[in-house]
């Protein structure tokens, strides 16, 4: 059973056009982040955000926190082909009596030209 | 600057063999981790560790061992490989939360 869950797991859009990928969770977590990753490559992170509710933008890229700390957005504005690649979040907590990142099992997203 | 270093970067094994997957860091992080990834599942922890002498379990550790005698080093040993076994692996690392990968080790177990 996977503790996070994100959706879709598959997005083809074309350029311009905006998309939204949830990551949810039953738990609560003191943290979500949220990594990009590239073929042959390890993922990268784009953003933490901490507190509940929190809003954090990166250029088109918009990241939200849920209120309870729960669950994550991430929204596209006007979707460019660069931003073709697998999006993966984690979240970090208690998990199981060890402070743990635990990953969604990601959003592979492709932006058509 | 390396950063996080894998090797192999490819292996092909056959059942039974065993084999060990070397992960090196040059940031001097304390936590250093071990994931594998498979189509629709993520990223899955396999072992982590918290500092020099200091390993643990993750989500999927069967069949997997660690061990962390410096703080560089995290070597991943499968002692015995099986076709279930076939997987990347990726090592993280962190000081701050922020998790940095290596590139991947693929493995394939015939």
């Known amino acids: 059973t996977q503790l996070l869950e994100q959706s879709p797991q598959f997005l083809s859009i074309q350029e311009g056009e905006n998309l939204t990928v949830y990551c949810n969770s039953s738990?609560?977590?003191?943290?979500l982040q949220w990594y990009r990753q590239e073929p042959g490559e390890g993922p990268v992170l784009l953003v933490t955000?901490?507190?509940?509710?929190e809003v954090k933008k990166l250029k088109r890229l918009t990241f939200q926190f849920g209120d309870a700390r729960k669950d994550s957005s991430l929204h596209i504005t006007a979707a460019q082909p660069g931003d073709t690649g697998l999006y993966l979040c984690?979240?970090?907590?208690?998990?199981?009596?060890?402070?743990?990142?635990?990953f969604g099992q990601g959003t592979r997203l492709t932006i058509n030209p | 600057n390396a950063g996080v270093t894998q090797t192999p970067k490819f292996q092909v094994l056959k059942t039974g063999q065993s084999m060990t997957l070397q992960c090196a860091q040059d940031?001097?992080?304390?936590?250093m981790s071990w994931y594998r990834q498979d189509p629709g599942m993520g990223l899955r922890l396999i072992h982590y560790?918290?500092?020099?002498?200091?390993?643990d379990q993750g989500e999927v550790p069967n069949g997997y061992n660690v061990s962390r005698s410096t703080t560089e080093d995290f070597p991943l040993r499968l002692l015995s490989a099986a076709p279930s076994q076939t997987s990347v692996y990726f090592c993280?690392?962190?000081?701050?939360?922020?998790?940095?990968f290596g590139e991947g080790s693929r493995l394939t177990v015939l």
């Open positions: 984690a979240g970090a907590g208690q998990i199981q009596g060890a402070q743990k990142l635990v």
């Open positions: 940031m001097n992080h304390e936590y």
């Open positions: 738990s609560v977590f003191s943290s």
């Open positions: 560790s918290v500092g020099a002498g200091i390993t």
């Open positions: 993280g690392t962190s000081n701050t939360g922020e998790l940095f």
């Open positions: 955000v901490v507190t509940g509710g």
